[in-house]
């Protein structure tokens, strides 16, 4: 089973960025996208989640969208974060930390 998992960091104050909205999109080879998964960080800025994938799956790219214009009350110059990965062993843990802040993001991959 696959696991795909962030952590959201507000680095204007220090705290987990709680209630951010997230959506993840699947894009098939042939360019396609859908919903794959609809969540937002929870009260530690963290989302987790288990997948069976397929070997279909694993062919498509991810999409991974953090709604951050509706989580920084001002100044909202990124409104939203896009990042684009794959998942192609579906026994791995996928891990996306991300710092974030009302004019900018820093991310790593974390294995």
């Known amino acids: 089973m696959a696991t795909l998992s962030s952590?959201?960091?507000?680095s204007?104050?220090?705290?987990?960025?709680?209630?951010?909205?997230i959506v993840i999109?699947?894009?098939n080879p042939s360019?396609?996208?859908k919903i794959f998964l609809e969540t937002e960080t929870d009260s530690s800025g963290r989302i987790l989640?288990?997948?069976?994938l397929s070997k279909n799956d694993c062919d498509c790219e991810y999409e991974m969208v953090c709604k951050t214009s509706d989580?920084?009350?001002?100044?909202?110059?990124v409104s939203e974060i896009v990042?684009?990965?794959k998942m192609e062993d579906p026994e791995k843990k996928y891990h996306l930390p991300?710092?974030?802040?009302?004019?900018?993001y820093s991310i790593w991959w974390s294995q």
């Not at 989640?49 to 069976?52: Q, S």
């Not at 991300?98 to 900018?104: A, C, K, L, Q, R």
Request: hydrophobic letters at 35%.
């Open 71 to 77: 989580y920084f009350s001002e100044k909202r110059i």
């Open 49 to 52: 989640k288990d997948f069976e």
């Open 25 to 27: 999109n699947q894009i």
């Open 83 to 85: 990042i684009k990965f």
């Open 98 to 104: 991300i710092i974030i802040s009302p004019n900018g």
């Open 7 to 10: 952590h959201l960091l507000n």
């Open 31 to 33: 360019g396609e996208s």
């Open 12 to 21: 204007v104050t220090g705290t987990h960025a709680s209630g951010v909205k």
